[in-house]
Every structure is written in C-alpha cells, then in structure tokens.
C-alpha cells in the first residue's frame, strides 16, 4: 500500500498544518510516513508545495515522481491546478474554492472551478464557509483534511487521535471547533 | 529503540545531544536554521547543551572552536553559503588537531529554493583534508551526526556533516538512542601548540594531517556508509550514487530490467579500493551525485578513462539544479513517465512577496520617491524579506550578492563615480557582516547613503532575534565614528512616507556618509510575541 500526497496552497495558509495532522495519523497507524517541507523563501506569500508519502512498505524518495501521485489536496483553487503533472490516472484533487489574491493577474474564480470540474475526480470544499460555521475561520486546514479523509487508507479514529494531538494543548474550545471542522469536511465527500 | 517523528534538520541536533555535545552555535540560514532552533528548544526545557545564535558564521565556527579546545564536543552549523564567511575557521581547524569533537553540519540548497547559488560544501572538506559524511535519510543523518564526534575526536579533524535542503526539510519517523553518551569533561589539549599555528608549528600540523589522510581512506573502505553491492549477472553498467541520489536511484530501481552493481557513497575522502573494485567489474560506470559533479570529476581526471564515465560531465545527469526521481531516469535509459494530465501551462506564477502592510514596502516607497527626478542613482542591497524589493511592484533594487555586501558596493560605485549611491539592508544582515564595510566607508567619509532596515529581528528564517536589540543599533552605528549630523533614526509609517522621502533627498544631497536606520518590527514577529504573551498566563 502506497498513498502520495501533493499538499498544495499559498505560504502562510498552513500547508504544513495539512501534512502534519494526516502524518499524525498514518504514524499511529504504524505507516512510513515521509514528508518533505518547504522553508524560507517561498513561505513568504508564495506558491507552496509538500510532498506527503505513507506506505506500508519503507519509502525511497522525499519527492514523489511525476505522474503517480494519487491525491492533490489544496488550500487554494488555482494552487490545486499547478501540480496536475504528478497526477496517476486515477487521482483526485480535493480543493477549497477560496481564491488567495495576491498576484495582479489571479484569474477569475469561476474560470478556476471550471476547469476544476472538467478533471474526472475533483471534490471542492466551501472551507471557508465550513469553517466558521465550525467556530473558526482558522479551522479551514482541519475541514480539508476532512474532506480528503475519504481517499486516505486511514481509520477515522486515527484521525481524531491526530487532532486530538495537535489540539488539545490549545485548549478544550480549539479541540471541540477541530473536531466539528473535521466532521463538516468529512461530510462534504460522504 | 524509541522512535521519533523529525524534520531532517532535527535528527542532526538531536543526534548531537545524544552524542554528548557541550556547545551548539549557529546563525540562521535556510535550510540550517531548524538544527540551532531544536537544540534552542532542547536547552529551554533540559538546561543542556548550551546553544545560541550568533552574529555570524565565522564567530559561530570560532566559539565552536573554543569549546573543542578545552576538550568539550561542539556543533556548528549553517547554511552552504556561511561556510564562505566561516572558511577561514574551518579550514584552518582541520589543523589543529581538536581533542573535543567538532562536527560542522552544513545544508546545501540544490535547486536554489532560498539561496543565491548551490555551491557543494564537499569541495571544502576535500579542500581542508577533512572527513565527509553526508546521510541519504533521516535515519542516517541522526545516526552520522553521533558518529561523526567520534570519528572527529578519532581523527582529530572537523567533520563535516553534508546536509541537503530535501533531506533537512523532510520529516519522517527514525529511531533514536536510549540513553544519551555523558558529555566530555572540561580538559584543555596535551599539546598545546598544535593551536598555535606559527608557521613553524603549522608545517608540522600541516605535515601530521596529511599523514593522517592514509588512515582516513582505510576508514572510509570499509566504514558501513560505503556500500558496494555487485551483481556478477550484469557487467554491463555500474551505478555510484551519492547522497539523495541513492532514493531517486532506488525508486527507479525496479523498473529496470537488471539491477546494475551499485556503490553508495555515504562518506568521504573517497572509498578508493570500493571504487575500482566496481570499475573492474562493469563496462561504463554511471554516478548520480546530488550537487556539483565532485566524484564524477575525481574519477574521470584529466585524460581519458578506459571506462566510460557518464554523468553530469557528459550531459547524461543535469548539472544544474536538485535530482528527482524523475530526471534521473534518462540517464537509467527509463522513458519519461506518461502523464495523464500535463497540466496547465497558462498558470499565473506566485512569486514570494513583502506581507501586506511590511514596512519595507512603505520604505520602499521613500526611497523612490526620494530618487525621482535624479539625473541617475543606484542601488544595492542586501539579503532578507527586503530583497523581494527587487520585484514588482517595488523594483527598487538593483543588486543582492551576499550577506553585507550592499554596504561596500555602494562604497565602491561612489568612488568609481556613480552617485547617488544607496545600501539597503536589514539589521541582522548587518550585524552580521555590515559592520566591517561600515567602518571602511567612514574612514573614507565616503559619498553614500545607507539605509538600514531595522525590523528588530532576522525575518526571513523565521523571526530569530538579532545578535544585538533594535535600541542599541544607533549606538553601534555612531561607535563606528558616523557623523551624528548625518544618522536618523526615524519610525516608518505610511503617512510618514513624503517625510521619509525628503530627509532622504536631503542626505543623497550629503556629499558625505549618511546612514538611516528604518525602524519598524516585523509583522510576522510581532503576531508570534504577542501569541507567546496571549498563551504565557495560563
Ligand atoms: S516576515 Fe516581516 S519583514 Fe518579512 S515580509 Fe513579512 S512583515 Fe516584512
């Protein structure tokens, strides 16, 4: 078993916040988890990319290869749309439909979830929206991991454990909206 | 064995406390700067080892070095480009003769995600007659770093640990130690005046490190990071990877018809008998190294060998740029891929920018302002958040060569003629190697302006503090001899900006040196302060 994930969005958005919570919950699944970070640079405000691995088996390469990844899991619609080359035949991409502008020519939003809906496997995630209704705005990371949670060989348990982890020093309230936010995520591809 | 989930970068700092380290300095550089920042963290909570960042690479070598001479283990580290400014330290460690073990782990950046070229750290220990080893994995760069005190205090040399950007900043699960080595008692060296490198002395250290090349090799030959594997079926191709390239090697693998014999390089100086046991044994030799062609140099010389040697040199493997699993599968004579979506070409890019609201942008804006309407004027700056200056919709820029250079080349375009000429650059850039071009243009009074951004803090690697707080800065500036008639302090706001601008044409005016320091805290930085405020009560 081998699940490649490109984690796509915008430096500041929390990426990294993506891959940590799926990573949390593939380790205590046993898995091999590799997950290469982008730093520095980029991290201003720039397009940004992880690459998240898990297998059962141990994992040569950080970088997943062109055209085998079998998610893009995306904090921003264009961003989803830069990495479709590493995508096998049967990926998905998971995207949230909030436009990040902060480029003169962002293209405008419905020509973005057009060709969003002409790939054969996309799920696009009102995060946003999901998130505030969740408690906090803040939470939206949590709802994309939701809703990608479907296509990941990961139990739900391991899931909850993983927010559970990385929330529950922030407080009961924090827990409870990342719990909620998962849950809505989850239902947006049920 | 316990296990731990890590950043690359995390493995060597913990591989280090668990080697017994005594001192760890650093100054932050991507992809380095998470090694300091994790022993940081490790002192808060455990009091040991002593860490702390410095003003520079090279002060950073030289207190690593001070620990070494009195026997303790000491880690520095930094980012490929430090070691140019660390190179005299390092080099002239390698002389010594260190009794505490000194391991200099340096992150190169292939591909150059946040540097200014990608330069390959090997060349240095080759070029200073020092140890090598550079991991392929997580697992290796903690498991290195413990060996590599060892093999320091072993060979009485530094050590280099080669770290990559791929590799610091890729997180996986390793297995660590139980129990972590004592650290070693404070003991100055039996011999002291292998430190004092007068010439007299420096030959003969000179003479004992050259001696000691020969045992390094045998070490090498058979040390477990050097792996030949030969396959007797298949004589036709044999593969030496360095580095990373042992992954992109490994995930094309089984794609290939016939798994070719294999030598990994893991350390350095070169495994010479494991090199021409694989050429005996194969018809063309393939070598895949992540950075500059070193071993592929080594091996092919000057004249030409019987064994065909492909790679870099011979267009096989790109010379520019990281390796990917993808681009080394020419070489393995793998056909691209297929690609079910191409993707999309006509993609805006989204290049790194200023936050909304960084005052450097309002600075910038000063400064244009200021310069309109001059016949001609440069101006040169610096490395931080401040260079994306160089990017619409700023184009304020027009240099960024290395860290302090702003300050001497608007010095030397003054002097060549060329005026007005301005420096930009960061507080912490300058603290750590603005200072001394500082001094050069005061003593010349030279015809400049320069304008340090201070935004109280090291910016672009996260918001490390400078070496010296934002209130001591003007002080530092006027010890240096600046006229206090021509240094300003101002506060940069938005509605500032026209005033900004007109005390900055007045000193372009100046036929004399004027600095500006531009005061105004980071955003980012202080959204993290006040974060830390926010959760310290509970
Ligand atoms: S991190 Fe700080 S200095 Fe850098 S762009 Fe943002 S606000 Fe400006």
Redesign the interface.
């Given at each position: 078993m081998k699940i490649d994930i490109m984690l796509a969005g915008?430096?500041?958005q929390g990426v990294l916040s993506l891959?940590a919570l799926i990573?949390?919950a593939a380790?205590a699944e046993g898995l091999?988890?590799?997950?290469?970070?982008?730093?520095?640079?980029?991290?201003?405000?720039?397009?940004v990319l992880s690459h998240l691995r898990l297998s059962d088996q141990v994992?040569?390469?950080?970088?997943?290869?062109?055209?085998?990844a079998d998610l893009i899991l995306s904090m921003e619609p264009?961003?989803s749309?830069?990495?479709?080359?590493y995508?096998?035949?049967t990926?998905t991409v998971v995207t949230s439909v909030d436009p990040f502008i902060?480029?003169p020519?962002?293209?405008p939003k419905e020509e973005i979830l057009a060709?969003l809906r002409r790939?054969p496997r996309a799920v696009l995630v009102e995060a946003e929206r999901l998130a505030r209704e969740a408690g906090d705005v803040l939470s939206r990371n949590t709802v994309m991991v939701g809703a990608a949670a479907h296509l990941l060989p990961l139990r739900r348990e391991s899931f909850d454990g993983a927010i559970r982890q990385t929330f529950e020093a922030k407080g009961e309230r924090a827990l409870e909206m990342n719990f909620a936010a998962f849950e809505a995520g989850w239902r947006v591809s049920a | 064995m316990p296990r731990r989930i890590l950043l690359g970068d995390e493995c060597v700092a913990l591989g280090a406390v668990h080697a017994g380290v005594s001192s760890a300095y650093a100054y932050p550089g991507t992809p380095a700067t998470e090694i300091l920042e994790y022993l940081l963290e490790f002192r808060r909570r455990h009091g040991r080892p002593f860490a702390a960042w410095c003003a520079n690479e090279k002060t950073a070598m030289e207190e690593a070095l001070g620990a070494c001479f009195v026997g303790r283990r000491a880690l520095v580290s930094m980012k490929h480009v430090g070691l140019n400014v660390a190179a005299d330290p390092f080099v002239n460690a390698a002389l010594v003769g260190t009794h505490g073990g000194l391991v200099v782990a340096v992150a190169d950046d292939p591909g150059m995600h946040s540097s200014q070229n990608e330069q390959d750290s090997r060349f240095y220990a080759d070029f200073a007659r020092v140890l090598c080893l550079e991991p392929a994995t997580q697992q290796e760069a903690y498991d290195m770093t413990a060996a590599a005190f060892d093999l320091s205090e072993r060979f009485a040399v530094p050590v280099m640990l080669r770290l990559v950007t791929r590799l610091a900043h890729s997180r996986t699960a390793i297995e660590v130690a139980a129990e972590p080595r004592p650290e070693n008692p404070v003991r100055k060296a039996l011999r002291p005046q292998s430190w004092i490198l007068l010439p007299s002395h420096a030959r003969r250290q000179w003479h004992d490190l050259l001696g000691r090349q020969q045992e390094m090799v045998a070490w090498s030959e058979d040390c477990r990071w050097n792996r030949l594997t030969l396959n007797p079926d298949d004589r036709e191709l044999g593969v030496i990877t360095t580095g990373l390239a042992r992954n992109y090697f490994e995930e094309n693998a089984r794609e290939l018809a016939s798994r070719p014999s294999h030598l990994h390089i893991g350390a350095y100086p070169l495994p010479l008998a494991l090199i021409r046991r694989l050429a005996g044994q194969v018809k063309r030799l393939l070598v895949f190294e992540e950075g500059y062609p070193l071993v592929e140099r080594l091996l092919r010389g000057l004249l030409d060998t019987p064994l065909p040697i492909l790679g870099k040199l011979t267009g096989e493997v790109p010379l520019e740029g990281e390796l990917t699993p993808d681009n080394v599968r020419p070489a393995l004579g793998l056909p691209a891929r297929p690609l079910t979506n191409p993707g999309d070409l006509a993609l805006p890019t989204r290049p790194p920018q200023l936050c909304q609201g960084c005052s450097h942008g309002h600075m910038y804006h000063a400064l244009k302002q200021a310069l309109a309407g001059q016949a001609q004027s440069t101006v040169t700056a610096d490395i931080g958040c401040y260079t994306l200056g160089a990017l619409p919709p700023y184009d304020a820029i027009e240099s960024c060569v290395c860290m302090g250079a702003s300050v001497g080349m608007a010095k030397g375009a003054s002097e060549a003629g060329f005026r007005p000429a301005v420096a930009v650059i960061g507080d912490s850039t300058f603290l750590h190697s603005g200072l001394t071009p500082l001094l050069d243009a005061v003593h010349e009074d030279a015809d400049m302006t320069l304008i340090i951004l201070d935004n109280e803090t090291t910016a672009m690697t996260g918001g490390q503090e400078s070496i010296a707080p934002s209130a001591r800065l003007k002080d530092i500036v006027l010890g240096l001899g600046v006229d206090p008639g021509h240094l300003h302090v101002v506060e940069v706001l938005p509605r500032r900006v026209p005033q900004i601008a007109e005390l900055l044409r007045g000193e372009f005016a100046h036929p004399g040196l004027s600095v500006v320091i531009a005061v105004r805290e980071c955003l980012e930085t202080a959204r993290r302060r006040r974060k830390l405020v926010e959760v310290k009560p509970s």
């Open positions: 915008v430096g500041g891959a990573g949390r380790v091999h988890v590799k997950q290469s970070e982008v730093h520095g640079m980029a991290q201003r405000g720039g397009a994992i040569a390469s950080d970088l997943i290869p062109l055209g085998t264009l961003e749309l830069r990495y479709l080359a995508l096998s035949p990926a902060n480029i020519d962002y293209p060709r790939l | -």
